[in-house]
């Protein structure tokens, strides 16, 4: 059984960091990229990051770049998306993804709030 399980959530002050890990199981990393999104209060579920197979290639949305990095542990079937600088208009739920099987499967994402 496919299952995705993000962590690492929580509160902060603008300009802290917070570190999220998507633990995957049920399928073997290894052979697939995984996607970060978030989707804020009213808005439409948007794509913040992503990595390849090899870990050699990331995407970022542009409202992120240069202060979000994906990285992955293949060993730990584990994602990361380590989020610096964070400003308040990155609050969200944050939803790690993996598209396998010709489908997408998600995890039940984990709540990221940056306020003062």
């Known amino acids: 059984q496919v299952q995705l399980v993000e962590s690492g959530g929580g509160s902060v002050q603008p300009g802290g960091s917070l570190r999220l890990s998507c633990a995957v199981s049920?399928?073997?990393?290894?052979?697939?990229?995984i996607g970060w999104f978030r989707q804020a209060p009213g808005k439409e579920r948007e794509g913040v990051a992503a990595?390849?197979?090899?870990?050699?290639?990331?995407y970022y949305a542009n409202s992120v770049k240069g202060r979000f990095t994906i990285s992955r542990d293949n060993a730990k079937n584990t994602v990361y998306l380590q989020m610096n600088s964070l400003k308040p208009e990155d609050t969200a739920v944050y939803y790690c993804n993996a598209p396998l099987y010709g489908m997408d499967y998600w995890g039940k994402g984990t709540l990221v709030t940056v306020s003062s």
């Open positions: 049920g399928f073997i990393l290894n052979y697939y990229g």
């Open positions: 990595i390849s197979v090899s870990g050699g290639s990331t």
